[in-house]
Nanobody, 114 residues
Framework: QVQLAESGGGLVQAGGSLRLSCAAS????????MGWFRQAPGKEREFVAS???NIVYVPSVKGRFTISRDDNIVYLQMNNLKPEDTAVYFC????????????WGQGTQVTVSS
């Protein structure tokens, strides 16, 4: 069973940067698609980026965020942060070829002040 643990959230001023990490255990990364999602207060959880056979970004973060992975850690480098990026960020995994993300981390808070 895969287990995920995020870290790296915090408070940053607009225009600043943060790097989130998601450490996975229990299964080889090579068989998993890894995704980052976020949920702002009062809003639904939304997809941010994923890495598997391809790398995909939601348009609102393209050019500012970079997803990467190294061994069993997935990173989300976030540059030029905006107040609207404020949310709890979650990493999730799904087997490559599957449709649904079925394992989720506990989330890490990112707050961007204006």
């Amino acid at each position: 069973q895969v287990q995920l643990a995020e870290s790296g959230g915090g408070l940053v001023q607009a225009g600043g940067s943060l790097r989130l990490s998601c450490a996975a255990s229990g299964r080889s990364f090579s068989s998993l698609n890894m995704g980052w999602f976020r949920q702002a207060p009062g809003k639904e959880r939304e997809f941010v980026a994923s890495i598997g056979r391809n790398i995909v970004y939601v348009p609102s973060v393209k050019g500012r965020f970079t997803i990467s992975r190294d061994d069993n850690i997935v990173y989300l480098q976030m540059n030029n942060l905006k107040p609207e990026d404020t949310a709890v960020y979650f990493c999730a995994s799904r087997p490559i070829g599957a449709f649904k993300y079925d394992v989720w981390g506990q989330g890490t808070q990112v707050t961007v002040s204006s």
